[in-house]
C-alpha cells in the first residue's frame, strides 16, 4: 500500500517499476530471461508467468492511496491444456521449488530501491534504458488495433514517463520510401505515436490513444 505524494497521472509508472523491479530480480538473482510485454506483463520463454494491476483511490484532488497487485505463477507444476502454450511458472522454467515468503521479500526490496529512484525524480528517465533493454517486443513489428483501422508498426521502447514509442510502417507505404534512416529523419515526428495501455487479455494490450487502440 502506497501513499506516493505525486501528480495523478504519473501513478501509472508504479506499474511499470513493478514490472521492471521483478523482471531485473529475476534475472539478477536466478538468471531467468525474464522479459517485460509492456505495461503490466512479464514472460518467460515467450510464457506469462507474472501479471501487474494498480487501483488508486483519491482523496479530493490528490492520491489517495495506490496497491500495485502483482501475481506470480511461482511454484505451479502443471496448467490446464487451454493455457499450457500461454503460462508458465519459474519452477517449470528452473525446476526449483521457491519459498514464496522469500521471493516476496526480495520483490520487495527491489521495488522500494526503484520507488524511491522514482519519487526523486518523479519519472522514469533513471530506467528507461535499462527496461527497453528487457522490454520483449522492442524493435520488432507490431500489428496496432485501432477503431475501424489496423496498421503495422514497429515499437521502440518506452520514454521517460512511460509511453511507448511506436512507428507505424505505413508512412514507408504512403511515401514510397524503402531505407530505413531515410524514414526516420522525414517521418520521425509524424510517425511516432505515444500510446498508453491497459490490459484485456493474455493476447491482447490496448492502447489508449485517445480512441484507444491494441496489439497482439
Known sequence: LLRPEIATEKAAMLTLIMAYSTAKLLREKWNFK???????????????????????????????????????????????????????????????????KKLLNEVLKEFWKQYNRFLEVQDLSFMRESYNEMLVNRNREVLVLEPGNEYQAIAHGINDTGELLVEKNK??????????????????????????????????????????????
Open 34 to 100: 525474464a522479459e517485460i510485454k509492456w505495461p503490466n506483463d512479464i514472460v518467460i520463454s515467450g510464457k506469462k508467468i507474472c501479471g501487474i494491476l494498480t487501483e488508486m483511490t483519491m482523496s479530493g484532488c490528490e492520491i489517495g492511496h495506490v496497491v500495485v497487485g502483482t501475481g506470480i505463477n511461482v511454484n505451479v507444476t502443471e496448467f490446464p491444456e487451454e493455457l499450457k502454450d500461454k503460462a508458465s511458472s519459474l519452477y517449470l522454467e528452473s525446476h526449483i521449488l521457491f519459498d514464496r
Open 171 to 216: 508512412v514507408m507505404n504512403l511515401t514510397g520510401i524503402t531505407e530505413w534512416d531515410e524514414v526516420l529523419e522525414k517521418h520521425f515526428l509524424d510517425s511516432i505515436s505515444l500510446i498508453r495501455a491497459i490490459d484485456i487479455s493474455q493476447n491482447i494490450s490496448v492502447l489508449d490513444m485517445g480512441t484507444g487502440a491494441g496489439f497482439p
